[in-house]
């Protein structure tokens, strides 16, 4: 079942890419959207058979693939992979319905967008090592081609390249984790499920945990990572741009609640606090940036460093409501920042410049954008946590969930939040808002179609903000039994800790059943 | 010597002024002892208006005569008295900018016969209807 | 009248900045441009006003004269018949002066419209209730606006007027006949006799107004046929059958009549000698096409920051000077208009409009700056009209008559040197 998520859309890749004869755009364009929407359509049935009270893999296929290397072509879906999975097919359609009608050379376009969404989709289901890093890789090449060839500006080969270079370091580094885990660990082969982190050294633990959180933290990115990505989503078109900060971007946060707590429970709460402290200085230096922009485009992109920032910050509390808070962040972003860069690609197609001083007034309803505008006050309030809207759903959970653990990366958290809408209130104002010029407001109206990925963006966004549990339901479980996992190990390390003492003081100070269990047992 | 009105009848070319000040029922007023001083358009001055314009006006009688009024100053105003003022205030109220430092002119008219002496006031002949503004 | 078509060189060239638009006046043009262009455009414009101006005059006389200080007027809107067979006294066979070749009874666009509106026929309750009708707001703000302007324009003495005893005691005569039977509205009168006063001057401002725009809709009817049966052979042709209207009709008399049951009352009576030209014209332009006041729409005025200007004389917000932009947003009183006239555009204009911009799509905005342009050539022609009554001919011998001119043009369009001046815009094509 979930093979076909990956082979779909590289057959159609093929098909599309290789076929034979001329094909117009448009065709290539149909053909891309009929497979992306037969992907939505696979993806909701994945759903409906989807057991939400199972916590572990479902679905799950596994076959041998090449043995002397460990590599299994195993797949399986959990609560945390399946609504990324959902977002992926969600943003993979709105892409290539935004895409420009008459963008050059479509048939390698089209290919390139459906070669992204199987890799990052293959990412999303691996249940190996060596395959997830695999597929980690496979949408690099991709993501590259399509910044440098259909990038905005002179500068896409340089934001291309810096994004390749980056993003390589950080498969090179997420592949050397790998490979020192299986090896140190004595495991034969790279599967997810048999490979134990338990009987490690505590410091060859953080060395490999620390590999993985630098990897993924490009990936993601996180402030001092980030550089690449204002240039990378800025010179790359709208669609790419929605592809790398709705999807790509998703890997990272996926990998590291999957790799790095999923995989070293115990060494996770150790490295939490710093990884707190940097998602705050994420979201704060997102936010802070994102006010000091001109150009509207790079303020969506900061404002996507700092969201980012809450989703590691509920990673790396990772309680029972943070952790469910950080999966729900993630689809959040992506609606978010799909629809925000989508609206702010129509009206650079429209009016012809992303400056903040040049724009004015696209609200006036005759002359200016107006469905457009509105649609991006909406966005922009999502964006800041407006509660009817599916970021305050998921902002909320992570700050609940997150301040008993680290209050004061929380509180910066929460600040930033106010932050977001001031950089917000000052795009809005500026563009939507004020007098049309006279001698240059003449632009052309949008299109329906073009409003259409804006418009099913925004409905999911209302949806998952006034039925949150849509949002929540499926990762619950599988995030409870994560978060239950981590505090057994950690209690585990702690009684290790305290048990050569035998300090009756030590037991006094462990309340809970389990605990005391844990204490008495060894 | 003969009053304003007769003098105007008299002369034959103010025939539409003459008319006017009929229709606007003025002619009793014009004929009291004043004393008045008149500029009086001639009928070229009439004719240059446009089509229209005196028709309506024949129409509306007070309309009329505020126009026509506008024309009257209270007091005899010789030439050589008007030379020394730079406005003066018509029986309409409003004020009528005498400019004699070249020629002799009255708002935007020229007058081409000044002082025609009458029993009750003094005529001044302009070239042009004159209008309050 | 004749307006010379060139002019002599006497005068060295006009240094102002708008030496070019000085220089068109001088020679017998207007301020707009002489293209095939705009004059289709504003003729095709002028027509499309004077449907809804048909319905404002009528209706402004109607709720001047009946419906008067009607407390709850729900029904101001609701010409009856009488109103609409009235007959205007510029146009059909009864006519004082014969302005327009057509009936004197309501345009039978505007009666087609009335019935059926954009949607279709149902009870006018409801086409009232859907705004599918003519918006007689945008005629009420306009006579707001030079009811609050009139005080301080220096034109006429209509407004001071309405300050003066005889007025008070002719309001006084009127508003006890229509509260005859009411002895509430009795009672509060005697409380605030001023209130009711103020509310009676607003009342003969909605007299004047209908009075000045009776004329205008058969003058717009009129230029609408000569062109098209391809009498005006450019924007001044145009401009100079304004002037002459103007000239011609500048005797009207203005004034207030109530008619309270059958018996008439005279709050200002005809032989004040009010004039068109004076008392209602002049005002008119001073307080429409310049004045008006900043409204509530995109863009928020603080007065604290002086973003409002102290006199109401520097107030410059009129269709002159407006950002048509804006049409269509909530709070933009010229978008009732811009409606209006949408339902009244000769098939030219909407062809026209359909080839530029977005199409029907904008076709408020297309329309509302042709508005602007012909509102232009109108200003244009009062000022050639002043310059007539007031001055010398085009052609005069005399250079300091001719330098004159030139001060009283130069004044004129020194009034557009403000920024938001669309007099710039108006010269180019692309400003639509």
Same mark, same amino acid.
């Given at each position: 079942?979930?093979?076909?998520?990956?082979?779909?859309?590289?057959?159609?890749?093929?098909?599309?890419?290789?076929?034979?004869?001329?094909?117009?755009?448009?065709?290539?364009?149909?053909?891309?959207?009929?497979?992306?929407?037969?992907?939505?359509?696979?993806?909701?049935?994945?759903?409906?058979?989807?057991?939400?009270?199972?916590?572990?893999?479902?679905?799950?296929?596994?076959?041998?693939?090449?043995?002397?290397?460990?590599?299994?072509?195993? &797949?399986?879906?959990?609560?945390?992979? &399946?609504?990324?999975?959902?977002? $992926?097919? %969600?943003?993979?359609?709105?892409?290539?319905?935004?895409?420009?009608?008459?963008?050059?050379?479509?048939?390698?376009?089209?290919?390139?967008?459906?070669?992204?969404?199987?890799?990052?989709?293959?990412?999303?289901?691996?249940?190996?090592?060596?395959?997830?890093?695999?597929?980690?890789?496979?949408?690099?090449?991709?993501? =590259?081609?399509?910044?440098?060839?259909?990038?905005?500006?002179?500068?896409?080969? =340089?934001?291309?390249?810096?994004?390749?270079?980056?993003?390589?370091?950080?498969?090179? %580094?997420?592949?050397?984790?790998?490979?020192?885990?299986?090896?140190?660990?004595?495991?034969?082969?790279?599967?997810?499920?048999?490979?134990?982190?338990?009987?490690? *050294?505590?410091?060859?633990?953080?060395?490999?945990?620390?590999?993985?959180?630098?990897?993924?933290?490009?990936?993601?990115?996180?402030?001092?990572?980030?550089?690449?990505?204002?240039?990378? =989503?800025?010179?790359?078109?709208?669609?790419?741009?929605?592809?790398?900060?709705?999807?790509?971007?998703?890997?990272?946060?996926?990998?590291?609640?999957?790799?790095?707590?999923?995989?070293?429970?115990?060494?996770?709460?150790?490295?939490?606090?710093?990884?707190?402290?940097?998602?705050?200085?994420?979201?704060?230096?997102?936010?802070?940036?994102?006010?000091?922009?001109?150009?509207?485009?790079?303020?969506?992109?900061?404002?996507?460093?700092?969201?980012?920032?809450?989703?590691?910050?509920?990673?790396?509390?990772?309680?029972?409501?943070?952790?469910?808070?950080?999966?729900?962040?993630?689809?959040?972003?992506?609606?978010?920042?799909?629809?925000?860069?989508?609206?702010?690609?129509?009206?650079?197609?429209?009016?012809?410049?992303?400056?903040?001083?040049?724009?004015?007034?696209?609200?006036?309803?005759?002359?200016?954008?107006?469905?457009?505008?509105?649609?991006?006050?909406?966005?922009?309030?999502?964006?800041?946590?407006?509660?009817?809207?599916?970021?305050?759903?998921?902002?909320?959970?992570?700050?609940?969930?997150?301040?008993?653990?680290?209050?004061?990366?929380?509180?910066?958290?929460?600040?930033?939040?106010?932050?977001?809408?001031?950089?917000?209130?000052?795009?809005?104002?500026?563009?939507?808002?004020?007098?049309?010029?006279?001698?240059?407001?003449?632009?052309?109206?949008?299109?329906?179609?073009?409003?259409?990925?804006?418009?099913?963006?925004?409905?999911?966004?209302?949806?998952?903000?006034?039925?949150?549990?849509?949002?929540?339901?499926?990762?619950?479980?599988?995030?409870?039994?994560?978060?239950?996992?981590?505090?057994?190990?950690?209690?585990?390390?702690?009684?290790?800790?305290?048990?050569?003492?035998?300090?009756?003081?030590? /037991?006094?100070?462990?309340?809970?059943?389990?605990? /005391?269990?844990?204490?008495?047992?060894? | 010597?003969?009053?304003?009105?007769?003098?105007?009848?008299?002369?034959?070319?103010?025939?539409?002024?003459?008319?006017?000040?009929?229709?606007?029922?003025?002619?009793?007023?014009?004929?009291?002892?004043?004393?008045? $001083?008149?500029?009086?358009?001639?009928?070229?001055?009439?004719?240059?208006? *446009?089509?229209?314009?005196? +028709?309506?006006?024949?129409?509306?009688?007070?309309?009329?005569?505020?126009?026509?009024?506008?024309?009257?100053?209270?007091?005899?105003?010789?030439?050589?008295?008007?030379?020394?003022?730079?406005?003066?205030?018509?029986?309409?109220?409003?004020?009528?900018?005498?400019?004699?430092?070249?020629?002799?002119?009255?708002?935007?008219?020229?007058?081409?016969?000044?002082?025609?002496?009458?029993?009750?006031?003094?005529?001044?002949?302009?070239?042009?209807?004159?209008?309050?503004? | 009248?004749?307006?010379?078509?060139?002019?002599?060189?006497?005068?060295?060239?006009?240094?102002?900045?708008?030496?070019?638009?000085?220089?068109?006046?001088?020679?017998?043009?207007?301020?707009?441009?002489?293209?095939?262009?705009?004059?289709?455009?504003?003729?095709?414009?002028?027509?499309?006003?004077?449907?809804?101006?048909?319905?404002?005059? #009528?209706?402004?006389?109607?709720?001047?004269?009946?419906?008067?200080?009607?407390?709850?007027?729900?029904?101001?809107?609701?010409?009856?018949?009488?109103?609409?067979?009235?007959?205007?006294?510029?146009?059909?066979?009864?006519?004082?002066?014969?302005?327009?070749?057509?009936?004197?009874?309501?345009?039978?666009?505007?009666?087609?419209?009335?019935?059926?509106?954009?949607?279709?026929?149902?009870?006018?309750?409801?086409?009232?209730?859907?705004?599918?009708?003519?918006?007689?707001?945008?005629?009420?703000?306009?006579?707001?606006?030079?009811?609050?302007?009139?005080?301080?324009?220096?034109?006429?003495?209509?407004?001071?007027?309405?300050?003066?005893?005889?007025?008070?005691?002719?309001?006084?005569?009127?508003?006890?006949?229509?509260?005859?039977?009411?002895?509430?509205?009795?009672?509060?009168?005697?409380?605030?006799?001023?209130?009711?006063?103020?509310?009676?001057?607003?009342?003969?401002?909605?007299?004047?107004?209908?009075?000045?725009?009776?004329?205008?809709?058969?003058?717009?009817?009129?230029?609408?046929?000569?062109?098209?049966?391809?009498?005006?052979?450019?924007?001044?042709?145009?401009?100079?059958?304004?002037?002459?209207?103007?000239?011609?009709?500048?005797?009207?008399?203005?004034?207030?009549?109530?008619?309270?049951?059958?018996?008439?009352?005279?709050?200002?009576?005809?032989? /004040?000698?009010?004039?068109?030209?004076?008392?209602?014209?002049?005002?008119?332009?001073?307080?429409?096409?310049?004045?008006?006041?900043?409204? #509530?729409?995109?863009?928020?005025?603080?007065?604290?920051?002086?973003?409002?200007?102290?006199? +109401?004389?520097?107030?410059?917000?009129?269709?002159?000077?407006?950002?048509?932009?804006?049409?269509?947003?909530?709070?933009?009183?010229?978008?009732?208009?811009?409606?209006?006239?949408?339902?009244?555009?000769?098939?030219?204009?909407?062809?026209?409009?359909?080839?530029?911009?977005?199409?029907?799509?904008?076709?408020?905005?297309?329309?509302?700056?042709?508005?602007?342009?012909?509102?232009?050539?109108?200003?244009?022609?009062?000022?050639?009209?002043?310059?007539?009554?007031?001055?010398? *001919?085009?052609?005069?011998?005399?250079?300091?008559?001719?330098?004159?001119?030139?001060?009283?043009?130069?004044?004129?369009?020194?009034?557009?040197?403000?920024?938001?001046?669309?007099?710039?815009?108006?010269?180019?094509?692309?400003?639509?």
């Amino acid at each position: 079942m979930l093979s076909v998520l990956i082979w779909v859309p590289i057959l159609g890749a093929a098909l599309i890419g290789l076929w034979p004869a001329a094909i117009p755009a448009s065709r290539a364009r149909l053909g891309a959207l009929v497979i992306s929407s037969s992907l939505i359509v696979w993806t909701v049935v994945l759903l409906s058979q989807f057991d939400i009270s199972n916590a572990g893999m479902q679905f799950s296929e596994a076959h041998p693939w090449i043995d002397t290397l460990g590599l299994d072509y195993s &797949l399986g879906v959990d609560g945390l992979s &399946l609504p990324l999975l959902a977002l $992926t097919a %969600l943003l993979t359609w709105t892409a290539i319905f935004s895409s420009n009608e008459s963008v050059e050379r479509p048939r390698l376009y089209y290919s390139l967008m459906l070669l992204v969404n199987a890799g990052v989709v293959g990412g999303f289901l691996a249940q190996n090592l060596l395959l997830f890093v695999l597929f980690y890789e496979l949408e690099l090449i991709p993501f =590259y081609l399509l910044i440098a060839i259909w990038g905005g500006t002179s500068r896409r080969g =340089y934001a291309a390249m810096k994004f390749l270079i980056y993003t390589a370091v950080s498969g090179i %580094l997420i592949l050397a984790a790998f490979l020192g885990l299986t090896w140190l660990s004595g495991s034969s082969t790279f599967d997810y499920n048999s490979i134990i982190t338990a009987g490690l *050294p505590l410091t060859t633990q953080l060395i490999l945990l620390t590999m993985l959180l630098v990897g993924f933290g490009i990936k993601i990115p996180l402030v001092p990572l980030h550089t690449w990505l204002p240039d990378a =989503y800025v010179e790359a078109s709208p669609p790419v741009a929605i592809l790398l900060g709705g999807v790509m971007a998703k890997l990272g946060t996926y990998g590291l609640v999957r790799f790095g707590l999923g995989l070293f429970p115990e060494t996770w709460a150790l490295v939490a606090p710093g990884l707190a402290i940097l998602g705050a200085i994420s979201a704060v230096y997102g936010a802070l940036t994102a006010i000091a922009q001109k150009d509207i485009k790079r303020m969506v992109a900061y404002s996507s460093i700092g969201h980012m920032g809450y989703v590691l910050l509920g990673a790396a509390a990772a309680t029972q409501v943070s952790l469910v808070g950080a999966v729900a962040q993630m689809v959040a972003h992506g609606l978010i920042l799909a629809i925000l860069f989508h609206l702010v690609g129509v009206i650079e197609t429209k009016v012809g410049t992303r400056e903040l001083d040049v724009l004015n007034g696209l609200m006036s309803p005759v002359r200016g954008l107006p469905l457009t505008s509105a649609l991006l006050v909406l966005g922009g309030m999502a964006s800041a946590g407006i509660p009817g809207m599916a970021g305050f759903i998921a902002e909320i959970l992570v700050l609940q969930g997150s301040y008993a653990t680290f209050p004061l990366p929380t509180l910066i958290c929460v600040v930033c939040t106010g932050l977001t809408a001031v950089y917000f209130v000052i795009l809005l104002n500026r563009t939507c808002f004020g007098k049309l010029d006279n001698n240059t407001a003449y632009y052309p109206q949008v299109k329906f179609s073009e409003q259409v990925p804006a418009l099913v963006l925004a409905a999911t966004i209302f949806f998952l903000g006034i039925q949150p549990t849509w949002l929540l339901r499926w990762s619950e479980t599988t995030t409870n039994a994560m978060v239950a996992t981590v505090q057994l190990n950690v209690n585990h390390q702690l009684a290790n800790a305290i048990a050569p003492t035998r300090s009756y003081e030590a /037991k006094i100070q462990l309340k809970t059943p389990i605990q /005391k269990e844990l204490i008495l047992t060894p | 010597m003969a009053n304003i009105v007769d003098i105007a009848v008299g002369a034959g070319s103010f025939q539409t002024l003459v008319t006017a000040v009929q229709v606007a029922g003025l002619v009793d007023t014009l004929k009291s002892p004043g004393p008045f $001083t008149v500029f009086a358009p001639n009928d070229d001055a009439f004719a240059k208006l *446009p089509s229209g314009t005196v +028709q309506t006006l024949v129409q509306n009688i007070p309309q009329l005569a505020r126009i026509l009024t506008f024309h009257v100053v209270s007091g005899k105003l010789m030439k050589a008295d008007l030379a020394k003022l730079s406005s003066v205030t018509s029986v309409e109220g409003s004020p009528i900018k005498i400019d004699c430092s070249d020629g002799f002119e009255v708002k935007n008219a020229t007058v081409i016969a000044p002082d025609i002496e009458a029993d009750n006031g003094v005529i001044h002949v302009i070239d042009t209807v004159i209008l309050m503004g | 009248m004749t307006i010379a078509t060139e002019t002599k060189a006497k005068l060295p060239p006009s240094k102002h900045e708008f030496a070019e638009v000085i220089h068109r006046l001088e020679a017998g043009g207007a301020m707009l441009p002489d293209t095939p262009e705009n004059l289709m455009q504003i003729i095709g414009i002028y027509k499309a006003y004077a449907v809804p101006m048909d319905f404002y005059w #009528r209706d402004l006389l109607y709720i001047a004269e009946r419906v008067f200080l009607d407390p709850f007027p729900f029904f101001k809107y609701f010409i009856p018949k009488e109103y609409l067979d009235l007959h205007n006294h510029y146009a059909g066979d009864d006519a004082d002066l014969r302005i327009w070749r057509g009936e004197a009874t309501a345009h039978p666009e505007l009666l087609e419209f009335m019935e059926k509106g954009e949607t279709f026929k149902m009870p006018k309750l409801l086409h009232h209730w859907l705004h599918d009708r003519v918006n007689m707001e945008f005629a009420e703000e306009c006579m707001r606006s030079m009811l609050w302007h009139g005080r301080d324009m220096g034109w006429g003495l209509f407004d001071s007027y309405l300050d003066s005893d005889e007025y008070k005691a002719n309001a006084d005569k009127a508003i006890k006949a229509y509260f005859k039977y009411n002895p509430v509205m009795m009672a509060l009168y005697k409380a605030f006799p001023d209130l009711f006063l103020e509310q009676c001057r607003q009342m003969s401002y909605y007299s004047n107004l209908g009075l000045f725009w009776e004329i205008m809709a058969p003058v717009f009817f009129e230029m609408s046929d000569i062109y098209d049966e391809g009498g005006f052979k450019g924007v001044p042709d145009a401009m100079n059958f304004l002037v002459n209207g103007i000239f011609a009709i500048a005797g009207r008399p203005i004034y207030h009549h109530v008619y309270i049951r059958g018996e008439c009352y005279e709050i200002i009576p005809k032989s /004040k000698g009010f004039m068109w030209l004076y008392e209602a014209a002049l005002p008119y332009v001073e307080a429409v096409f310049y004045r008006t006041s900043p409204f #509530r729409g995109t863009k928020s005025y603080n007065a604290q920051a002086k973003q409002v200007p102290d006199d +109401q004389k520097d107030f410059h917000y009129g269709i002159l000077y407006a950002d048509v932009f804006p049409v269509g947003t909530a709070g933009i009183p010229p978008t009732l208009l811009m409606q209006d006239m949408l339902h009244f555009l000769p098939p030219y204009l909407v062809d026209y409009y359909r080839q530029h911009c977005r199409g029907e799509n904008d076709m408020l905005i297309q329309l509302g700056i042709t508005f602007q342009r012909s509102m232009y050539c109108v200003t244009s022609a009062v000022i050639q009209a002043l310059r007539t009554a007031l001055l010398y *001919p085009l052609d005069d011998p005399n250079p300091k008559h001719l330098q004159a001119n030139r001060a009283f043009f130069e004044a004129q369009i020194n009034r557009f040197k403000r920024p938001e001046a669309r007099l710039r815009n108006i010269q180019a094509q692309n400003y639509r």
